[in-house]
Structure formats: structure tokens, C-alpha cells
């Protein structure tokens, strides 16, 4: 079983930053590839990103690419989000999510994940 815990999220104004941070709990973290997805109100969640097990290969939704980084740092068990230039349409609840089965290294499919966190709210706002 694992455990992952967000967090990091709240309310900045359009154009800042916010860096979100998914502890897993758990050993073999390294063994996990690692994604972000959000959900905004009425509407289904959505990839954001991926990395791969060891870091090597990451993606992106068009939306957000260049403007937000994903990064994992498997000695510390705990993903990273960083979101810069922020705007009022990322406004959502943020997921983090870990794949211990599949075998591709950067999978953007809801149904890929095994396990996921409880979510952490970003706000935009004009």
C-alpha cells in the first residue's frame, strides 16, 4: 500500500508561482512512475504531467507546457510540481498519483495510476 500526500496548494494571483510536493509513503519509490492531474469544478480530471521512474523522461499536457515542471527527488520519496506563470483557468484541485504496474515510462491515462492522493487546491485569480 502506499500513501501520498500533498501539498503546497493555495491561492495566488494570475502570473505567480506555486510549487506543489507529493510525499509518498512507502519504500521502492524509485519504482514508481509519478503524475499530476486536476480536476476543476464540472469537469473530469485531467493529465497535467508525468515523470518516469528514475526522472529521465517527462510529459506534459499542451496546456501547461513551459510553464510547469515536474521533477521527483527519490531519496526524499516526494514529487514536485512547479507551476509558474500561473493562470486563472489552472484553477482546480490537484492530484498526484503513482504507477507501480505499467510499463510505460510516462503514462497520461487516469487508469495507469494505482494509488493516488487526496488532492490540494491552486486558485488563479485575476
Known amino acids: 500500500q502506499v500513501q501520498l500526500v500533498e501539498s503546497g496548494g493555495g491561492s495566488v494571483q494570475a502570473g505567480g508561482s506555486l510549487r506543489l510536493s507529493c510525499a509518498a509513503s512507502?519504500?521502492?519509490?524509485?519504482?514508481?512512475?509519478m503524475g499530476w492531474f486536476r480536476q476543476a469544478p464540472g469537469k473530469e480530471r485531467e493529465f497535467v504531467a508525468a515523470?518516469?521512474?528514475?526522472?529521465?523522461?517527462?510529459s506534459y499536457a499542451d496546456s501547461v507546457k513551459g510553464r510547469f515542471t515536474i521533477s521527483r527527488d527519490n531519496a526524499k520519496n516526494t514529487a514536485f510540481l512547479q507551476m509558474n506563470s500561473l493562470k486563472p483557468e489552472d484553477t482546480a484541485i490537484y492530484y498526484c498519483?503513482?504507477?507501480?504496474?505499467?510499463?510505460?515510462?510516462?503514462?497520461?491515462?487516469?487508469?495507469?495510476?494505482?494509488?493516488w492522493g487526496q488532492g490540494a487546491q491552486v486558485t488563479v485569480s485575476i
Open positions: 498519483a503513482a504507477d507501480m504496474t505499467t510499463p510505460r515510462a510516462t503514462p497520461r491515462e487516469k487508469y495507469a495510476y494505482d494509488y
Open positions: 515523470i518516469s521512474r528514475i526522472g529521465g523522461s517527462t
Open positions: 512507502g519504500r521502492m519509490f524509485s519504482s514508481y512512475a
